[in-house]
Each structure stands twice: as structure tokens, then as C-alpha cells.
């Protein structure tokens, strides 16, 4: 599975183990600001890849994970930024973005639908639909999009995400809801793998996970997890993160030859933790906003920073 992770409250312990076992890490800003309005919509995406001379004084929402292995990147409230983010993305090496979601070129939408796009690059002008955020136009030669397919809920209105996606009785706690979410994913996995088979990725903030402790419920958590034993139970189908997907892309074996492909074997990894003794350090003061009155950061090297990392001070010096 891939993981676009973001930094505040992000347990680093956890996201590490994530990585190790297999997962892909991959960005959704620094900040995650709730402000589309005034923060990400005008513009001020240069926020997005300023990295100037080393990290003191830099506003750089892409550039805080150090690790080598990032490659893709989402937009926080899938405010796509244009040319410049795209731009940012680029100068800072990232090889894909997916945050752009995709309407008319689905399995389902309209009378006679487009078809599902597969992911694709930005050597050519993107005939992809607008549906948030600003678009690009200018070209990026090796910059993968990763379209985020709009699926149908269940109320027929299109959602990129689960945590939009709505209908009748998936947010209560008896067997039917989780059968309305393990029925909502089943269809619009079957858009794909019975039409173009264009790769189907499943979206959601973990939110919506949390929604079922709200509705004292399982229904979303146990819904999902059927959903991926079905899809998993299929000889053809691979449950794989979005950068194998795109290795797959560059390297489009037919299905009964994938098992051999690189990116569809499972990597060994050493049973051992390599973070056994994670520290949690805690922040009360010159926190980025006053609204906070504690943060607590998970990670696995020591000592703590002096200061909670942050904008213009990556190291929490
Ligand atoms: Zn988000």
C-alpha cells in the first residue's frame, strides 16, 4: 500500500515499520493547513519546492522526509496547484503526483463513458478533466500522473475519496452497512476489472476509519478488509502501492507472466524492528500554531529536537 503521510502528529515509529514491511511512504505536505482558501489555492506554491541554500528560513512543504525512496506526492485537499506544483515536484525529483482526480475518464461516468485513464506522463499536453485545484498545461517530461478515478457511492454522485463518497446505510453499526461498503467497493472495483482494467486505487484519509468508533461501529473497517480478501482471493488481481504500479506502467507484462515481474514480488525483510525503542517526544511551546497546546512526535533516532520541527526549521533546532 502507499501512505501519503503528512508531518504533523505523523507517528515516524510507525511509518517506519510501514516502510520496512513493504509499504511505500510517500508526501501530503508538511502542514496539511486547513486553509484552501487562502494557503494552497493563490498560488503560493513555491511554498511547495523552495529549498534555497540549506533548510534554515525555507517555507518547503514537499521537502521535509529525507528519505531517498519518496516518489510521489498528494496535494492536501487534492488542491491541485497548477504548473507550479507540478514545477516544485519536479525540481525536487519526485516521480509521480496523485492528486488529480479523474470524472470523465472513468468506467461509469455519463452515457457512453471515456474509459479509465491508466496513469500516464506529463511529456504530452493531459486531456484529463479539471474537477479541483488548477491543472497544468505546460509539459513535464517524465513526471507521472497517477489519476485518482472518481468512484460512484452510493447515492450515484462521484467521489475521489472514501471520506466523500456517501449513501444509504454504510454509517451504522448493524451487518448491513458493512455490507453496503464491501458492496460500494466491490462495484466500482468491478468498473475496471470488467472493462479496461485500468489499475483501481481505493483513497481515504484514515477518518474514515475512525468513523466507525463514532457510529460504534465496524462497519467501514470490516467492509474494507472483506473487500480487499475478495479482491485478493482473484488469481489475476495484485494488491501493490502506487510506485509498483508505475514500474508495471513502464513495464507492462501481461497477467500471467507478473509474478516475475520485479516490482509484483514481495521484498524480504528482516524480522527484526529496525526502530525497537521509539522515543515520544513532547512539545508544549513554540508550537506553529496557537491553537495547539501540545504535539507529541514519535521517532525512532535520539536525542528529541530542542524544537518541534518545523517550516523553516526542519532539524528543531
Ligand atoms: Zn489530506
Redesign the pocket.
Known amino acids: 500500500m502507499t501512505f501519503?503521510v503528512?508531518h504533523l502528529y505523523n507517528d515516524y515509529a510507525k511509518m517506519n515499520e510501514l516502510h520496512r514491511l513493504g509499504s511505500e511512504i510517500a508526501v501530503?505536505?508538511v502542514t496539511?493547513k486547513a486553509d484552501v482558501e487562502h494557503y494552497w489555492r493563490p498560488g503560493e506554491l513555491h511554498r511547495l519546492g523552495e529549498r534555497g541554500s540549506g533548510h534554515e528560513g525555507d517555507a518547503d512543504e514537499v521537502w521535509f522526509y529525507p528519505e531517498k525512496d519518496i516518489k510521489g506526492f498528494?496535494?492536501?485537499?487534492?488542491e491541485v496547484g497548477g504548473n507550479d506544483m507540478y514545477q516544485a515536484l519536479y525540481d525536487n525529483g519526485f516521480s509521480y503526483d496523485c492528486s488529480w482526480p479523474a470524472l470523465q475518464y472513468t468506467n461509469w461516468y455519463g452515457e457512453e463513458p471515456l474509459g479509465a485513464l491508466f496513469p500516464y506522463t506529463l511529456d504530452y499536453l493531459s486531456p484529463q478533466d479539471c474537477t479541483v485545484g488548477r491543472c497544468p498545461d505546460a509539459l513535464f517530461p517524465g513526471m507521472w500522473v497517477a489519476p485518482m478515478l472518481d468512484l460512484k457511492d452510493n447515492r450515484g454522485e462521484a467521489c475521489a475519496?472514501l471520506d466523500a463518497c456517501q449513501g444509504n446505510e454504510t454509517d451504522c453499526a448493524d451487518q448491513n452497512c458493512e455490507d453496503n461498503v464491501f458492496k460500494f467497493l466491490k462495484r466500482n472495483f468491478e468498473y475496471n476489472y470488467n472493462s479496461n482494467r485500468a489499475p483501481f486505487g481505493v483513497f481515504t484519509?484514515h477518518s474514515w476509519f475512525l468513523l466507525d468508533e463514532i457510529n460504534e461501529s465496524t462497519a467501514h473497517t470490516n467492509g474494507y478488509l472483506r473487500f480487499l480478501q475478495y479482491v485478493n482471493s482473484l488469481p489475476d488481481v495484485y494488491l501493490v502501492s502506487m510506485d509498483r504500479v508505475l514500474e508495471w506502467m513502464k513495464d507492462p507484462l501481461p497477467v500471467m507472466d507478473l509474478g516475475s515481474h520485479p516490482a509484483f514480488t514481495c521484498p524480504t525483510f528482516d524480522p527484526e524492528s529496525d526502530c525497537p525503542d521509539p522515543i515520544t517526544c513532547e512539545y508544549q511551546e513554540g508550537l506553529p500554531d496557537p491553537g495547539l497546546k501540545e504535539v507529541l512526535m514519535t521517532m525512532c533516532s535520539r536525542p528529541c529536537p530542542k524544537n518541534f520541527p518545523w517550516l523553516g526549521n526542519i532539524d528543531g533546532n
Open positions: 501519503f503528512s501530503h505536505s496539511h498528494r496535494a492536501p485537499f487534492l475519496m484519509h
